[in-house]
């Protein structure tokens, strides 16, 4: 049963809290530059994630692994200087926070200090409690992400489908309410089977955000370039495509060079 979605001048992580609460689903979209981030926020998307996918989708390569703190920072402040609405959540990298607690502490200071984001998101369970615990004593909110981890790649060799097996499951669920119990305020599920991730949406009170994870979730997330078709290689079953932006923009664009080249345009009405 549908529920009526109430309206959040500012979405905090409370409001997150309250919307799992009342039953009304989260929505979730990424966003790494102003202008994407300005219409995604004015659509009424409760979270902008400004995800480390950015390495992949901005600068084209094979895996999040290349993308640095300081490139995360940049993006993170041309998002937030776009939003009045979304909660913004913002990717540590890979390498900021793995090795050392207090290392995890700096970068996460530094993302919140110079991008102005109001969270951050780490991937891992219990190999990552000590960060996340020194990071949440220093007062900032944390996302948790399980499943599929795409900074751990070349440990998984592949992006299939995690926790397909018991002895994982079982980790994930414990990991889940570790997180929790740690202090996070949501977690992100990436390509699990949708009957464990309702498990664990129901195991524990706080938000959990599914891709690829099923419908049983507190919420969902996709990045933007492939919901709305400005990507059009990637295809995994869980991307539902709401517009074609590849064509529709290789079309616009080639019109235009034809356009110019004939001396169409500019028209008389397009010059002064």
Known sequence: MSVAKKEYKRV?????????????????????????????????TDVILVGDSASNVMAGHETTLPITLDQMIYHASSVVRAIHRSLVVVDLPFGSYQSDPKEALRSAIRIMKESGGH?????????????????????????GHLGLTPQSIYKFGTYTVRAKEDQE??????????????????????????????????SVSIPVIGIG?????????????DMIGMTHEFN??????????????????TQYGNDVKSGDFPSDKEQY
């Open 213 to 225: 994870a099923g419908n049983g979730v507190d919420g969902q997330v996709l990045v933007t370039h």
């Open 119 to 143: 969270a951050v998101k780490m991937e891992g369970g219990k190999e990552v409690k000590e960060s996340i615990k020194r990071i949440l004593n220093a007062g900032i909110p944390v996302m």
């Open 236 to 253: 995994p079953r869980f991307l539902r495509r709401y517009m074609n932006l590849y064509e529709d923009m290789t079309n616009a664009i």
């Open 169 to 202: 499951a079982l980790q994930l669920k414990e990991d889940a309410l570790m997180l929790e119990k740690a202090g996070c305020f949501a977690i992100v599920l990436e390509k699990i089977p949708a009957k464990l991730a309702q498990e664990v949406a129901q």
């Open 12 to 44: 905090t992580v409370k409001s997150l809290v309250d919307m799992k609460k009342n039953g009304e689903k989260i929505s979730m979209l990424t966003a790494y530059d102003y202008t994407m981030a300005k219409i995604v926020d004015g659509a009424g």
